[in-house]
């Protein structure tokens, strides 16, 4: 089963709106952790935002926040004033596990195109 | 810090050669993963170390991938023999236990 689902392939913004990238996740754990990931065009992947699950408040870094709505196991992205160079892959991630090891899923990414 | 070190960074090789593929983690971090990317299968989490020690080894595809990690700074992924199905980009990275894991550059793998 699919425990990390990002639903949309590819999003177009124009530069300096903001967009929101969706991302959904399954698990029984109580504890865990959920993160995004930028991967551009050179490969790289850079981390950009962490949400625990024990968190009050939305991580927020910079031009990054992370909208998390619990219940609804919703962890999306939101890039305000969009620039050119935030074309790329992004990716949401989950970490599970305790104790032993932990282990992270990646979602299927979505690549957001920004247009001039 | 240098971050995660990759080697190599490309590689081609014939059907049927073995392959390594070798990782520094960075250092202090005590977990260790392998992915490998593809544009049909996405970002696939491989195997994962803790401590050294492989936790879970579910993603490796077939016993024809074997990971090991001899210390806390070296770890390898082999591949014996190839097959042109395996070409990727395959992916180290390294965390602690409650941080984000940081990734290396990435080995890209063509089998011919």
């Known amino acids: 089963a699919q425990k990390i689902t990002q639903t949309q392939p590819g999003m177009f913004v124009q530069e300096k709106e903001a967009v929101t990238l969706d991302c959904t996740y399954d698990t029984s754990d109580p504890s865990y952790g959920l993160f995004w990931y930028k991967q551009p065009s050179s490969g790289e992947m850079i981390f950009l935002i962490y949400q625990g699950s024990y968190d009050q408040q939305n991580a927020t870094e910079g031009r990054y926040s992370l909208n998390f709505q619990k219940a609804r196991k919703s962890a999306n992205l939101v890039i305000s004033a969009s620039q050119l160079g935030d074309s790329a892959m992004y990716f949401c991630a989950m970490r599970e596990g305790q104790g032993g090891g932990f282990k992270t899923i990646f979602g299927a990414g979505t690549r957001l195109f920004v247009k001039a | 810090d240098a971050g995660v070190i990759q080697s190599p960074r490309h590689e081609v090789t014939e059907m049927g050669q073995e392959v390594t593929l070798r990782c520094k983690p960075i250092?202090?971090?005590?977990?260790l993963f392998w992915y490998r990317q593809t544009m049909m299968r996405g970002l696939e989490l491989l195997i994962y170390?803790?401590?050294?020690?492989?936790?879970?080894d579910s993603g490796m595809p077939e016993d024809r991938f074997s990971a090991k990690m001899p210390n806390a700074s070296f770890s390898t992924l082999k591949i014996q023999p190839s097959e042109p199905r395996d070409s990727a980009v395959y992916f180290c990275?390294?965390?602690?236990?409650?941080?984000?894991?940081?990734f290396g550059p990435g080995t890209r793998l063509t089998v011919l």
């Open positions: 990275a390294s965390s602690s236990p409650l941080d984000e894991q940081f």
């Open positions: 170390f803790n401590n050294n020690v492989p936790i879970d």
């Open positions: 250092s202090g971090h005590n977990s």
